[in-house]
């Protein structure tokens, strides 16, 4: 399950429904009316729809925007996967167009992750350590004609020895992230932080850092700020979440997260959100001090001034709560979804800070 929020519009993905056969997917979009209640305002399938399509593997919003994947990973021969684009054309949702690989897998599975913000689009392929094909972003720009052409490509100038590159990413105005996991214990991951300058299509690297243990490094930038999930991280792998904040000149280490109470192998950090002095942290919390006892949670953390503080832990007390995880403003989307049973989402209002 993915999930997206973004105002008042909610997105859900759901690889396994059988829209059109087994695995073909589906992406759910709710809607908040006047009255605070949010409706499922429309079932997102796509054109080509078919069996083992996985679509909805990843979704993102940005004002009347809405991107939904379709992804699979691949060995030698490259798969079609697909980014497809909707936007609300007279009270519904349409597919507006379908963007695939550029490259026809010469860097890795296209549509690993994405971010759409305005009119820019992060699309990711993942590195392949076995085959030492290193992964790539592809930035799309949204033109005059209200179409999505290529405007430029990252290309990882490292090795996947510093981890599989494309794994995660964000976009947020003139500034976006792209994580490379980690592959193997004894290989930790890093980061790189990209800016552009006005008026330019140029993506300059202008921070990297390593050394990061996590197999799926969860980020999310906001501004200035950019959170790093590790869940592997720290004593008896309990996790740690890494803030960074740009000064003005250069990014650093502002902060570190952990739990209040932390919990061996307890994978904090397996999912972050920030949004508004608020982040969320998806962790397990041992209860009663029994192992047998274990759910999944999300620690709730506040800025009301310089430290960030763990405000709350939200538990409803199953270990596939927290599955995926998103926030916008005072808004949280939070999926629970297992093999074991249908997925379900919860949605969060906080106070505002």
Sequence with gaps: MSVAVDGNLAVVGATGVRSCGVNSGAAF????????????????????????????????ISDSTIVVTSYRTFVKKPVSNGVYIFEKRSGEWEQVQRISDPKEGQTGPFASCVAVDGNRLLVTSLGDSSEDIHGSGFIFYRNRVNFWDRESEIQYDGSTKNGLYGSSCDLDGDRLVISASSYS????????????????????????????????????????????????????????????????????QEAMLRPSVPYEFGAFGSGVAISNKRILVVGFDEQLDLNINVDRVVYVFERPDKDWIQKQILDVGNTAFGSSIALNDNIALIGQSSNNEPGQGFIILFNRP
């Design 185 to 252: 214990p004894d290989k930790p991951g890093s980061i790189s932080v990209y800016h552009r300058n006005d008026q330019s299509t140029n993506w300059n690297r202008v921070f990297e850092t390593d050394g990061i243990r996590d197999f799926f490094m969860p980020v999310d930038l906001e501004g200035d700020l950019l959170v790093v999930g590790e869940s592997k991280a720290g004593r008896s792998q309990s996790g740690r979440v890494r803030i960074f904040a740009f000064n003005g000149n250069k990014w650093k």
């Design 29 to 60: 979009v709710y809607e908040r009316g006047t009255d605070q209640t949010w409706t499922l305002q429309q079932t997102l399938i796509p054109r080509d729809c078919r069996e083992d399509h996985f679509f909805g593997k990843a979704v993102s």
